[in-house]
């Protein structure tokens, strides 16, 4: 089955322990993108990988790192968490350059 | 920059019609549609691209004015399913082709 997973699902930690949000796909798609997204201001692009060890910042990608060493994974890593960083974030796939993306369920991550 | 989208809610009744815009400022390479209903990822609807090619699922319609940077999404004769909130996302012609911007979204209710 074709799918985008990500774990963990949900996370409450404490600001500035750092943590890592990974993020795989099975479809061998070259394009992969994170997005963090709060009520009223939709789905806002953090970083996206055009393929392995190619990647750009989104909109808002600051307080954010992120790696492509293997074409299926795709971790999203908060150094230094902080509480304005609380979101929903959704990893996401596609073939090039981007088309249909196919989205993981989505990590709910709390930061106190 | 993110695109503008219209309205940003609408309610209806089961077998009404419905449309939403989404509107640039810059020049667009490609429009693309989802909808995300409560709780779950977001879902491909469609991809418009400058030229006139399209590509999404066959009950979904929508245009793209290149002069006018618009795209409208068309949904007639809804179902209860239809229900969700939809999103317009933009690659610009000027930036860089893989950047994907949402637009905040547009809330839609079927009622039955």
């Known amino acids: 089955e074709a799918q985008v997973t990500q774990n963990p699902r949900y996370l409450i930690t404490v600001t500035g322990k750092k943590l890592t949000v990974t993020c795989s796909q099975n479809?061998?798609?070259?394009?992969m993108s994170w997005y963090r997204q709060d009520p009223g201001l939709g789905l806002r692009q953090i970083y996206y990988s055009m393929n392995v060890e190619v990647t750009d910042k989104g909109d808002v990608p600051e307080g954010y790192k992120v790696s492509r060493k293997e074409k299926r994974n795709f971790p999203l890593i908060l150094e230094s968490p902080s509480p304005n960083q609380t979101s929903l974030y959704f990893c996401a796939s596609s073939g090039q350059p981007p088309y249909e993306q196919y989205f993981g369920p989505g990590t709910r991550l709390t930061v106190t | 920059q993110q695109p503008v989208q219209s309205p940003q809610a609408v309610i209806l009744r089961e077998g009404e019609d419905a449309v939403i815009n989404c509107s640039s400022s810059?020049?667009?390479?490609?429009v693309h549609w989802y909808r995300q209903k409560h709780g779950e990822a977001p879902v491909f609807l469609m991809i418009l691209l400058k030229g006139g090619e399209q590509k999404g699922h066959e009950k979904i319609s929508a245009s793209f004015n290149e002069k006018k940077q618009q795209s409208s999404l068309y949904l007639t004769a809804s179902q209860l399913s239809y229900s969700g909130t939809y999103f317009c996302?933009?690659?610009?012609?000027?930036?860089?082709?893989?950047?994907?911007?949402f637009g905040s979204g547009t809330q839609l209710t079927v009622l039955p």
């Open positions: 479809m061998n798609h070259e394009y």
């Open positions: 996302g933009t690659v610009l012609v000027s930036g860089s082709a893989r950047q994907l911007t």
């Open positions: 810059k020049a667009l390479y490609s």
